[in-house]
Nanobody, 121 residues
Framework: VQLQASGGGLVQAGGSLRLSCKYS????????VAWYRRVQGRQRDLVAA???????NYRDSVKGRFTISRDNANNTVYLQMNSLKPEDTAVYYC????????????????WGQGTLVTVSS
């Protein structure tokens, strides 16, 4: 399994970005995927996750602003980020695991490389 994250960049506060996570491998349609972020010097935190059945989970600080979705035809998971704040600045990673509950509890089995999101004030 390979995961390729893209879509990061520099945006002003209040702006939007859409991150993409391209999954290369079998069984994408029955795999759960999550986005995490890491602020320099801190641990990697779960941002949003989506199950194979489109069940979603969000950290409180992004609820109402971020939306995770998946396109099984293109083996891609998206993270639409609106109303961005400077505190959203981080390196964003996507990761996958077969079972949603395991993904939330134990984290991904597979990780993609990070994509940097910088939100200026």
């Amino acid at each position: 399994v390979q995961l390729q994250a893209s879509g990061g960049g520099l945006v002003q506060a209040g702006g939007s970005l859409r991150l993409s996570c391209k999954y290369s491998g079998r069984f994408f349609s029955i795999t759960s995927v999550a986005w995490y972020r890491r602020v320099q010097g801190r641990q990697r935190d779960l941002v949003a996750a989506i199950s194979s059945g489109d069940t979603t989970n969000y950290r409180d600080s992004v609820k109402g602003r971020f939306t995770i979705s998946r396109d099984n035809a293109n083996n891609t998971v998206y993270l639409q980020m609106n109303s961005l704040k400077p505190e959203d600045t981080a390196v964003y990673y996507c990761g996958s695991r077969r079972h949603f509950s395991s993904l939330l509890r134990n984290g991904p089995d597979d990780w993609g490389q990070g994509t940097l999101v910088t939100v200026s004030s």
